[in-house]
């Protein structure tokens, strides 16, 4: 048998007013909107996201120094002359 936990929060509006809506779209009292909310939402806090994870792309700048005083030439050896 599942013991229950009596508890005090405070909700942030956003929350309560999502809480709400699920409420009277489900026609659920509190604590099992509450409990359901949580269910659903606690395993998922911690988790990567879902996706590809970003990576950057490298260049080899060989012998080119650039003046970094010059964005404009940085980007066109970055990039190439055709992204000016």
Same mark, same amino acid.
């Given at each position: 048998?599942?013991?229950?936990? =009596? ?13 709400? =809506?699920? %409420? ?23 988790? =990567? @996201?879902?996706? %590809?994870?970003?990576?950057? %792309?490298?260049?080899?700048?060989? %012998? ?9 030439? @940085? ?7 055709? =992204?000016?």
């Amino acid at each position: 048998m599942m013991q229950t936990v =009596r508890t005090t929060i405070t909700l942030d509006e956003d929350v309560a007013a999502l809480l709400a =809506r699920v %409420r009277g779209e489900q026609s659920l009292g509190l604590k099992k909107a509450v409990n359901l909310g949580l269910r659903q939402g606690l395993p998922l806090i911690g988790k =990567r @996201a879902v996706g %590809r994870p970003f990576r950057t %792309r490298a260049i080899d700048t060989g %012998r080119y120094l650039v003046d970094v005083d010059d964005v404009a030439a @940085a980007l066109a050896i970055g990039e190439g002359e055709g =992204r000016r």
